[in-house]
């Protein structure tokens, strides 16, 4: 497994979560790669939520969760994080990190690496 996943759990609505992402040393992540956070709720599509480019650390979210969410790196850990306020209802999800090696950036397509992927449930 080169990436995992961990930090989902159940949260109310209003509440917050942090996301973690592990890459492991085969699966080390490089300054040309993107890596994304993407969620797929039941019955729906996989929907990109947040992207970091590696080496400059620029970033970029969906519109259903621009200011709400907010993805980060530690180069030093090879961990991306997704730190997540404000949840809401419709944020209930499967929440997926991926590595883009060829460029991409929104497109799940786009992602040649997945990690296993960590539940979000949050309750009204």
């Known amino acids: 497994v080169q990436l995992q996943a961990s930090g989902g759990g159940l949260v109310q609505a209003g509440g917050s979560l942090r996301l973690s992402c592990a890459a492991s040393?085969?699966?080390?992540?490089?300054?040309?790669?993107?890596m994304g956070w993407f969620r797929q709720a039941p019955g729906k599509e996989r929907d990109f939520v947040a992207a970091i480019r590696w080496g400059v650390g620029t970033t970029y979210y969906g519109d259903s969760v621009k200011g709400r969410f907010t993805i980060s790196r530690d180069s030093a850990k090879n961990m991306v994080y997704l730190q997540m306020t404000n949840l809401k209802p419709e944020d209930t999800a499967v929440y997926y990190c991926?590595?883009?090696?060829?460029?991409?950036?929104?497109?799940?397509?786009?992602?040649?690496?997945w990690g296993q992927g960590t539940l979000v449930t949050v309750s009204s």
């Open positions: 040393v085969s699966g080390r992540i490089f300054s040309s790669h993107v």
């Open positions: 991926a590595r883009a090696r060829r460029g991409g950036l929104r497109l799940a397509g786009d992602y040649e690496d």
